[in-house]
């Protein structure tokens, strides 16, 4: 063994040099295919007779993995052959320039799948298992989106409460919120109905952003070109960071602006008591109210860029966070704004505006944090 690990060793220095060589391939293939494709484009002659075969897929709408290989056959050729120019300037493994020659195959397939191609398939995925297909298929595509989140939304919002109303008040009796507190089966019926009256309209919004992606209006993608864990690292910051500014001032100014907080926010805020607040609040709101809170989602994928995916899932965490932060159990987990903070929000009406961390609140001046472990309970004695 001793002697295996001698040679390992020994030739570790040289293995090493292997990622740095085939790194300085890459550019040169790199290299080379830029100015090939370039000049495909800038040469006239060549581009009226062999690439726009391939830009005759030039719509959101007509692109699919497909089109990868939609070439004339002698673009396809001259696109390719930066790879055997490199061959003969690097010296390199026969099975590594077939691999990156297959790479290169999946490559091209892969940059032409589009958003449109995603989103189709969200639709298909949800309509087609709680539908007809009839009922929803002859629909217009925005429409379809539009029933997709509707449908979603509703399900999510059912089923995620309910669970969560018969963990903490009924199999959990008594551990997280004091029996004589549970909220009122009135007042739970009374949040629904206003999440349910909401709802068409909420759904509204990720409908348009999503329309606004596919026409490629927002920086959002759905390829992995350029991916960088680094960059994707910082962006998901910069897109949050962006949505807890934002959310904070739409927050507060729903409740400074009288006009606004009378017509819109106040909805919300009928559930002031302990006892009226469940996880079925998380939803209750007028209309425009939920949108405009969700809208910092929108604006973000306008400045930052970030995966269709990535967008999705930070959309759908916010719609599991609203409903979380109205049960009244208190994580307490420093930065998160937990429902501890946002039950004080609804009993003081002007503290703790913040949506998943406590620093908005903490920078402006607003944050109260509650007193003790079992807030729940301390809180109640309070507004006793
Ligand atoms: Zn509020
Ligand atoms: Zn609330």
Redesign the pocket.
């Given at each position: 063994m001793i002697q295996q690990i001698r040679v390992a060793v020994k030739g570790m220095p040289l293995y090493a040099l292997f990622p740095t060589v085939s790194e300085y391939m890459i550019e040169r293939v790199e290299f080379s295919m830029y100015w090939f494709h370039k000049g495909l484009h800038d040469v006239k002659f060549l581009y009226k007779h062999l690439h726009a075969t391939h830009h005759v897929y030039n719509k959101q709408k007509t692109l699919s993995p497909f089109a990868g290989f939609a070439s004339h056959p002698l673009d396809g050729i001259l696109q390719a052959a930066p790879h055997v120019i490199a061959l003969f300037i690097v010296p390199f493994h026969l099975i590594t320039h077939m691999s990156l020659l297959f790479l290169g195959g999946l490559w091209t397939t892969c940059i032409h799948d589009c958003i449109h191609e995603q989103t189709t398939f969200y639709n298909q995925i949800v309509l087609s298992h709680l539908l007809p297909a009839n009922l929803w298929e002859p629909l217009p595509r925005f429409l379809q989106t539009w029933l997709r989140s509707y449908l979603a939304g509703n399900l999510f919002y059912f089923i995620s409460a309910f669970l969560w109303c018969f963990y903490i008040y009924y199999l959990k009796i008594n551990v997280y919120i004091p029996k004589d507190s549970i909220p009122t089966q009135k007042a739970m019926i009374m949040q629904m109905h206003v999440a349910m009256k909401a709802m068409p309209w909420y759904t509204l919004l990720p409908t348009v952003s999503e329309y606004m992606i596919e026409r490629g209006w927002t920086k959002c993608y759905s390829t992995l070109d350029q991916f960088n864990w680094f960059l994707c690292f910082v962006y998901i910051v910069l897109y949050l960071v962006i949505v807890e500014f934002s959310m904070y001032w739409v927050h507060k100014g729903l409740h400074d602006i009288k006009f606004l907080y009378k017509h819109l926010h106040a909805t919300?805020h009928m559930y002031n008591k302990q006892n009226t607040l469940s996880p079925f609040?998380g939803f209750a709101f007028h209309p425009l109210d939920g949108i405009l809170q969700a809208l910092p989602h929108v604006i973000a994928m306008f400045i930052v860029p970030v995966h269709l995916i990535t967008h999705l899932s930070l959309m759908f965490l916010e719609g599991i966070w609203t409903a979380s932060?109205?049960d009244r159990i208190h994580g307490n987990i420093w930065p998160i704004m937990g429902a501890g903070y946002?039950t004080i929000?609804?009993t003081t009406y002007k503290h703790n505006y913040g949506n998943y961390t406590i620093w908005m609140d903490w920078m402006f001046g607003t944050l109260e944090v509650p007193v003790a472990e079992d807030d729940g309970f301390d809180q109640k004695a309070k507004c006793d």
């Open positions: 919300h609040a932060i109205h946002h929000h609804h």
